[in-house]
């Protein structure tokens, strides 16, 4: 964010990303069950063939087996960060929205939250505070989806749509750490500013202060002068 249209494109550009991996995640989800379901058929049918010795059977689900825990441990991962990715959106929404309202550039607005969270506290810091946290969450989420399907031979093959969501969940990671970086610097910035402005302000009041108890001492220098000089007396006309 650092000028202009160009902040409002690249944060349209975050949005629309975000909610493109949402609606992707959503899909390659369906698309992971379907396939858990389909190996959990080929289990059952083979569970059923009783003429077949029970050591046989096992040997030969042992690889199916591992593709459902694979397959399950994925959908976990999808999950998560479809869900990361929706909490997210309310971010940007949010943003584009009071952005129009106020006509602030994404800078500004930056500039506003933070120091609306860090002057009244309470609901604008708890809002701020799960914004970040969802940023770092999103980002979280990527990287491990990146790091589970790796360890799949020929998944993203298998499921429809998963090399997508790969390529955009990795593009995403690398952009909400920056995104989340950028927040923390604007926050602590604030945070500088609030305490140099509070650290101005005190040392005004002392100054303030000195001053007035040096008029005070001032004064009553005088005050004490004045008492201990004689009387002056009139000349009296000879």
């Known amino acids: 964010m650092t000028g202009g249209a160009t902040e409002i494109t690249q944060l349209l550009n975050h949005a629309e990303l975000v909610s493109s991996v949402a609606q992707q995640a959503q899909m390659v989800e369906q698309n992971v069950q379907a396939q858990i379901t389909r190996l959990q058929q080929y289990v059952t049918m083979a569970q059923n063939l009783k003429q077949v010795p029970a050591s046989l059977i096992d040997q030969t689900l042992a690889p199916y087996r591992t593709q459902i825990t694979n397959f399950q441990s994925l959908s976990t991962a999808i999950t998560q960060l479809e869900q990361a990715a929706s909490a997210t959106s309310s971010l940007f929404g949010r943003s584009l929205t009071e952005m129009n309202t106020t006509g602030m550039s994404p800078a ?3 500039s506003a939250y933070s120091s609306l969270a860090s002057a009244r506290g309470g609901i604008y810091q708890q809002q701020l505070t799960q914004d970040m946290q969802n940023l770092d969450t999103l980002a979280d989420r990527a990287r491990n989806l990146q790091q589970i399907q790796s360890q799949i031979p020929n998944v993203t093959g298998a499921v429809q749509g ?4 790969n390529q955009q969940s990795n593009v995403l990671a690398g952009e909400m750490v920056d995104l989340h970086a950028l927040m923390q ?3 602590a910035q604030q ?3 609030h305490i140099a402005q509070s650290q101005a302000q005190g040392n005004a009041a002392r100054l303030a202060a000195a001053r007035a108890a040096g008029l005070g001492q001032v004064n009553q220098q005088e005050q004490q002068t004045t008492q201990g000089a004689p009387d002056f007396d009139l000349l009296q006309d000879q």
Do not use: I, K
């Open 108 to 110: 500004l607005w930056l």
């Open 162 to 165: 998963l090399q997508m969501l």
């Open 191 to 193: 945070m500088q500013d």
């Open 185 to 187: 610097r604007q926050v």
